[in-house]
């Protein structure tokens, strides 16, 4: 891996905040190194091995409440210098940013032991290995049936230091691993997906399983036929969940998003309860081995865990110090300006997969991936649809019989979603996946859902 | 920029210097700056986006990017520290791990045959949008802004996006091109949510974006545009009526067509997705089945590509492998004749790229992408479209919309949309008409286009690959007319 040290990044850092403290009443500066790697493969053959080296400030800066960000990876001295000029005189003409307040008061102590939670050296050094762990994969997806395989398998470590003007000031490091693969049968509409995510090598990290996965779904899904649209009750995966439940906890319960009234939440308040009683969701940054933790939020704000549905009912929106009402404290989710989500964490119930296809009484889909969400409106009820991508199947005899059937279309809202929530499974599995709409990590069971519209098309 | 040229030169004799055997390398140097100015419901707002626009709103970027087959195998290896040391270690990563990656493939990568050049390019412009004060830009943004002053019959959520930025880059290879390309980018982008109480709600987002300059941007007069659309959405909360059942006409204006063209078209005729390439991303093609030549629709269907054109924001004459940039016919006559190609994939069908590589920065690989995609124009106006429908509606805009990852079942939800009857356009607005249709489907029920004069162009952003690139791409046609369809 990369020899890029701390020694790179201190003398930008040495140039921004001179220029800085001379115009900002607050600000922050996050130097970032990150070393990160990508193999992409698919016809069962790798088609790119990617490296990237990056240094990068991400600066907040404010003069008497008039704000702005930026992120700067050109880190020569006269561009920086030049820039945060030009940054200068936009403060002296941009208005009042009525959203921010200030940045947290210190001093805050953090919990040291997470570093070691969120970091594997055996990350830093897998360098050649990464490859065999793609071929392991995709052997084992091939020995279920698949006829190909396409994946990509992300891993790297970024370091994070960061000062600001309240005079605190901490750093970290976390390593990731990101490992995603699809199989296809003969039948090219016949696919399955499955991945496996973690900081750390031997913490939940099976490429070999995510291949396994892949492999039995695509060729359970050969011979699918056109699904009948109308009502249905549906088991998701916990990969679905992260477009169509967990947007609800990273998304709309920003409290920056409400603010805005950009989110289907707009006019909930705590207390109003939004989805069955089974589910409780946090937003957890500090949980082990989860890809978003860290000790402290972009303000140095110790990261927490914030129970944001509880039971169904509303208990919290995340924010940071600007957007904290009075009587309360910052939730630890910082973007400055905009508040962040970690890592999104949802209850488990009681149910294995089988028990869940085998107490649903209605008939019902096994739905084990979902893409392209799209939504009518961000404003209440935000109606949106979404399309089954992997394997789909209608569930005869109580799950005994899995009938692969394609082509249709998810219909349905958040809030009649969460509501309809039936029973959860037994079991939480880290999820972060391409282009999703919750664009944090999830931890999410599998969830049966009552009486959602499936469509399909009139040609 | 100029100062590190030396610097990417090095690099690439590094690539071919020490025993390294590659066969083919490149470097790209790349500088991008973005600037992104939004009121948020009247306020000022610099910084990201609570919703996906661009990565990173106000953004000073510059790196290099090495790319090399060696043995068959790709590598890519990228640093912003610009020095020599970092520059010779990402030679060193990207040769090794291509090396490395070759040994796992069976049959190994090679890029096409194709001319080099020792050139430069940029888009025409006379003001560039980057050189714009802070001060003019919230002028601009202010008379949008002013407009939630005047009294409206329902209330609006609104968001007005100003999105500036240029890219310069420097690309070179061991087969001898030399290409510097310039291209400042401005994007208007009004969001505009019209919610009235009791849950009623209407939301458009459009994107005015041109490779022209401010000058151009300037000359669209959008004022009156984003005033006709708030009233459209109250118009539509107030007054839509539900959608006709049975079969139907259905006239879709050029936002409609624009979106159709990139989405059931310009995807799936992507080659990179028909050979495989994005199977775990953007996904595949139905014409993975197909060859050159099918029929996808009828006759009168066209589907044009093309990065060469003025003003477009999707604009470029070399791509970022070399190629000169053409227009592509994708559907001629019905007829499936072209896929979007990059040196990679060309080689695979051992023909030559038709300059499709692109890539957002420089820490981005190449790939196959679109431009500018459209429905050709046809020999209709558009009362001759109208005047022998008896039932159908016209669909201006949309809103929820999406494609599977075929790119074969596709969603449309209209937004402003009339009923037509017995050769009439009415006043009655019709609410969320579902337009739930297949590609060949949907261009087998094509039977008319409009005539040039009525192409409209709309920016937008191509979502694509891991990790994204958003590309700056336009999507336009006429109004296109569809037989006998049935809303979902």
């Known amino acids: ?459 | 920029m100029e100062s590190y040229k030396d610097l990417a030169e090095f690099a690439l004799e590094l690539a071919q210097g020490n025993g390294k055997n590659c066969d083919y390398a490149e470097v790209r140097l790349e500088t991008n700056h973005i600037d992104t100015v939004a009121f948020i419901n009247g306020k000022m707002h610099i910084g990201n986006l609570p919703i996906e626009l661009t990565t990173d709103a106000f953004a000073r970027k510059t790196g290099i990017n090495v790319r090399l087959l060696v043995n068959g195998g790709m590598g890519m290896a990228t640093t912003n520290q610009l020095n020599k040391k970092a520059v010779q270690e990402a030679v060193e990563l990207a040769y090794h791990t291509a090396y490395r990656s070759s040994k796992q493939r069976k049959v190994p990568i090679r890029m096409s045959e194709e001319k080099t050049y020792i050139t430069s390019w940029q888009s025409k412009y006379k003001i560039n949008p980057m050189e714009i004060s802070l001060e003019e830009k919230i002028e601009y943004l202010q008379q949008f802004v002013d407009i939630f002053k005047e009294r409206h019959p329902v209330e609006y959520i609104h968001i007005f996006v100003l999105l500036t930025e240029q890219r310069d880059t420097y690309f070179i290879t061991n087969e001898g091109s030399r290409i510097s390309g310039h291209v400042p980018r401005v994007a208007f982008i009004p969001i505009l949510i019209a919610v009235r109480s009791g849950g009623q709600n209407e939301q458009s987002m459009s994107n005015y974006a041109t490779t022209g300059g401010w000058d151009k941007l300037i000359s669209w007069n959008l004022e009156n545009q984003v005033r006709k659309k708030i009233k459209i959405l109250a118009d539509i909360i107030l007054s839509a009526k539900k959608p006709p059942e049975g079969e139907i006409d259905i006239i879709l204006g050029p936002d409609v067509a624009g979106i159709i063209s990139h989405e059931n078209c310009g995807h799936p005729h992507e080659a990179d997705r028909i050979l495989g390439r994005e199977g775990a991303q953007a996904g595949e093609s139905y014409l993975r089945e197909h060859k050159l030549g099918f029929k996808i629709g009828n006759e009168c269907v066209n589907v044009f590509e093309d990065p060469t054109i003025p003003d477009s924001y999707g604009f470029y004459l070399y791509d970022d492998e070399g190629v000169k940039a053409r227009r592509r016919e994708l559907i001629k006559n019905g007829i499936f004749t072209e896929m979007l190609q990059n040196r990679e994939t060309a080689a695979q069908f051992n023909i030559q790229s038709n300059a499709a590589a692109r890539a957002i920065a420089y820490d981005r690989e190449p790939l196959v992408r679109m431009a500018n995609t459209f429905f050709a124009p046809g020999d209709y106006s558009f009362e001759e479209m109208v005047e022998d429908i008896k039932l159908g509606i016209l669909m201006s805009s949309f809103t929820e919309w999406n494609i599977d990852d075929k790119r074969l079942q596709s969603k449309y939800v209209g937004q402003e949309a009339y009923l037509i009857q017995n050769g009439q356009v009415t006043n009655t607005l019709v609410l969320k008409p579902a337009l739930e249709i297949s590609s060949p489907g949907l261009f087998g029920s094509i039977d008319a286009q409009g005539k040039e004069n009525t192409i409209e162009w709309q920016g937008a952003f191509c979502g694509k690959s891991e990790p994204g690139q958003g590309c700056p791409v336009w999507t336009g046609g006429p109004f296109i007319r569809l037989r006998n369809v049935r809303l979902g």
């Open chain 1, 1 to 459: 891996m990369s020899n890029i040290t701390i020694e790179n990044l201190t003398e930008a850092v040495k140039i921004a905040k001179k220029s800085i403290q001379k115009f900002c009443s607050d600000w922050s500066i996050k130097g970032i190194i990150k070393v990160e790697n990508q193999i992409r493969f698919s016809e069962s053959q790798i088609d790119i091995n990617k490296n990237w080296n990056e240094i990068k400030l991400e600066l907040f800066l404010s003069q008497k409440r008039r704000t702005m960000d930026i992120s700067m990876s050109d880190l020569n001295p006269k561009v920086i210098e030049s820039t945060l000029k030009s940054c200068e005189k936009l403060l002296n003409i941009a208005k009042l940013n009525t959203n921010y307040k200030r940045l947290a008061e210190g001093p805050f102590k953090y919990d040291t032991s997470l570093q070691n939670h969120i970091y594997d050296e055996k990350v830093v050094k897998l360098n050649e290995k990464a490859i065999d762990l793609v071929e392991d994969a995709t052997e084992s997806s091939l020995r279920q049936g698949a006829k190909r395989v396409a994946g990509s398998f992300f891993y790297g470590t970024t370091q994070f230091f960061l000062e600001n003007s309240m005079g605190l000031e901490g750093n970290y490091k976390r390593t990731n691993l990101n490992f995603r693969i699809r199989a296809f049968a003969e039948d090219m509409y016949a696919t399955g997906e499955a991945l496996s995510c973690s900081t750390h090598l031997d913490k939940d990290f099976d490429v070999v399983s995510a291949g396994e996965e892949a492999g039995k779904i695509c060729k359970q899904a050969i011979g699918g036929k056109k699904g009948d649209p109308g009502i249905y009750n549906i088991i998701i995966f916990p990969k679905v969940c992260t477009e169509l439940q967990a947007p609800t906890a990273s998304v709309a319960m920003n409290s920056y998003v409400q603010k805005m009234g950009l989110a289907w939440l707009v006019g909930k308040r705590k207390g109003d309860k939004i989805a069955n009683e089974k589910i409780s969701v946090w937003d957890d940054g500090i949980k082990k081995y989860a890809l978003n933790s860290s000790p402290f939020d972009d303000e140095l704000v110790p990261s927490k865990r914030t129970l944001l549905i509880d039971h169904g009912i509303i208990n919290q929106f995340f924010n940071n110090s600007s957007l904290a009402k009075k009587s309360e404290e910052s939730t630890g989710n910082a973007g400055i300006i905009m508040p962040k989500p970690t890592n999104t964490v949802f209850s488990i119930g009681d149910y294995t997969l089988e028990e869940l296809m085998e107490i649903s009484d209605k008939p019902t889909l096994l739905i084990t991936s979902t893409w392209y969400t799209r939504y009518q409106s961000y404003a209440p009820p935000a109606m949106l649809s979404s399309l089954p991508k992997d394997g789909m199947f209608l569930i005869e005899n109580k799950g005994k019989i899995l009938k692969p059937v394609r082509e249709l279309r998810i219909n349905s809202d958040h809030y009649h979603l969460l509501k309809h929530t039936l029973a959860l499974g037994n079991k939480l599995k880290q999820v972060s996946t391409w282009l999703s709409t919750s664009d944090n990590t999830v931890f999410a069971p599998y969830m049966l859902i009552e009486g959602i519209r499936m469509t399909t098309g009139t040609k």
